[in-house]
């Protein structure tokens, strides 16, 4: 398993959940669609004024030919048109190995946890830093 939260999640929870997710200033999710599928999302969780966490889910049949990183990229326009953010974050499991690499193909920067970002990220795991700082994505 490669996700953070290694519990077992009920229909239940996970449809409050996604309830709260979306009336939330904090939380914004962008459904990637191939033709009329829906074939995962990418998901922004604002932590600080300007900056936020990334998390993506594509369908497995899904997942090659750069079909995530174009959904990234996507999410990631639609996102600074709605927000001014500087810092994206993404937080990946040591052991989760093409994670890492998605997220470096895509130019986040591994970095420390400072022990201000570790009030937000589990040091045992890697984080990953994309800065926005001139505006790329505008």
């Known amino acids: 398993n490669n996700f953070k939260n290694q519990n077992q999640i009920s229909m239940q929870e996970h449809v409050q959940w996604y309830k709260d997710a979306l009336k939330s200033n904090f939380v914004y999710i962008y459904i990637c669609r191939k033709k009329k599928n829906k074939i995962g999302y990418v998901k922004f969780n604002i932590f600080h004024s300007n900056s936020c966490y990334v998390s993506i889910i594509i369908k497995k049949l899904y997942r090659k030919n750069d079909i995530g990183s174009f959904c990234l990229k996507k999410g990631l ?37 400072t022990k201000k970002l570790s009030e937000f990220f589990d040091k045992k795991n890697y984080l990953y830093l994309k800065n926005n700082e001139n505006k790329i994505y505008k």
């Open 77 to 113: 326009k639609k996102c600074f048109k709605s927000i001014n953010l500087k810092n994206i974050y993404a937080e990946v499991l040591k052991n989760n190995k093409v994670s890492q690499k998605f997220f470096e193909k895509n130019n986040f920067k591994k970095i420390r946890i």
